[in-house]
């Protein structure tokens, strides 16, 4: 069973950036794709980012395409969520999940992801 934490949100004012990190314990971490998923208030949780094992394959959701950088570090089972150009709009709480996946498909449901973290949240000022 893959553990995962994240780390790296806070408070930042629009424009700045955030480097989000997803530390994986057990498991064969490079076995699995990885995404990241946010969720405001009241609202659902929603694709950000996703990668796949090899890191190969990426995809983004519309909203953050140019502005946010999924990578991954397999030697150090660690996947990462670079944030620049932060908008007011991008706050919310940020998790990190893990699906077994060998392939180039990067998948955007939060359904097929079978492990998650406990999410950092990120808070951007106007």
């Known amino acids: 069973q893959v553990q995962l934490v994240e780390s790296g949100g806070g408070l930042v004012q629009a424009g700045g950036s955030l480097r989000l990190s997803c530390a994986a314990s057990r498991g064969t971490f490079s076995m699995y794709g990885m995404g990241w998923f946010h969720q405001a208030p009241g609202k659902e949780r929603e694709f950000v980012a996703g990668i796949t094992w090899s890191g190969a394959f990426t995809d983004y959701d519309e909203s953050v395409k140019g502005r946010f950088t999924i990578s991954r570090d397999n030697a150090k089972n660690t996947v990462h969520l670079q944030m620049n150009s932060l908008k007011p709009e991008d706050t919310a709480t940020y998790y990190c999940?893990?699906?077994?996946?060998?392939?180039?498909?990067?998948?955007?449901?939060?359904?097929?992801?079978?492990?998650w973290g406990q999410g950092t949240q990120v808070t951007v000022s106007s």
């Open positions: 999940a893990a699906r077994w996946n060998n392939g180039r498909y990067v998948s955007v449901w939060q359904h097929e992801y079978t492990y």
